[in-house]
């Protein structure tokens, strides 16, 4: 399968900013491969949703314009310390009506696709030594079908928060594709420990965006 794609990047710490780039890049052949073209992600969108009970709370990062050369915007995230939220992260294309919501392609495709959550964090991704809020994934591959390849890992589309400390800094979220090379999985276990200790991660990027996180 050949996939065709628009990426969403999101800029350095507390600033948000978006640059759009064609991709090209080839996956594998197989039961979850789907047609891609001119796929655009436009809006990553994050729910935290309090586990004790309570309102949801939502925040996004949209890009106004595509691959146009307008910034992205994104919302202020705000938490709370000592408090455990599920977090629930989405993909859209807005650009088109209705918009297009891309999150149940990542999930047919789960084996290929993993969702990372670093900045100020403490997590299975992340090496900060300030840590206002600390990660945990909380689904795994199986969740969206048959787990065909290797271990069950990871997806990243369902996690755990909490708050630790008050405080500003920087959550930022990245979509990274990782489809089979010559039979072989690009997607393992070690993953994670890579991105945190700075090596080079497999794959392409589909989406990196950051946000001001404040926990309070």
């Known amino acids: 399968m050949q996939r065709h794609c628009k990426k969403i990047f999101g800029g350095a710490a507390l600033v948000a900013a978006l640059v759009a780039a064609a991709c090209e ?8 491969d789907h047609d ?12 935290f949703t309090p586990t004790a009970g309570g309102a949801p709370l939502v925040f996004a990062f949209d890009d ?3 691959d146009g050369g307008a910034s992205g915007t994104a919302d202020r995230v705000e938490l709370a310390a000592g408090v455990e939220y599920t977090l629930a ?5 807005s650009l088109v009506q209705p918009p297009e919501d891309l999150t149940g392609e990542i999930e047919a ?15 299975p991704g992340s090496s900060a030594p300030t840590t206002l809020v600390t ?15 290797g271990e069950d890992l990871p997806v990243g589309l369902v996690n755990t928060i909490t708050g630790n400390a ?12 990782l489809p089979e090379v010559n039979g072989q999985p690009q997607k393992t276990g070690e993953l994670a ?24």
């Open 109 to 123: 495709e789960a084996e290929d696709h993993m969702v990372f959550v670093v900045g100020d964090v403490a997590g």
């Open 25 to 32: 890049e080839h996956g594998h052949d197989g039961d979850h």
């Open 193 to 216: 420990a890579d991105l945190a200790a700075g090596r080079d991660l497999p794959g392409s990027v589909d989406a990196d965006v950051s946000f001001v996180l404040a926990v309070s």
């Open 36 to 47: 891609h073209e001119n796929e655009v992600i436009s809006r990553v969108e994050l729910t």
């Open 135 to 149: 990660h945990a994934y909380a689904d795994v591959e199986s969740d969206y079908g048959a787990n065909a390849v």
């Open 64 to 66: 106004p314009d595509g």
């Open 89 to 93: 992260v989405r993909f859209q294309n």
């Open 166 to 177: 008050a405080g500003t800094g920087e959550l930022r979220v990245i979509l990274r594709h």
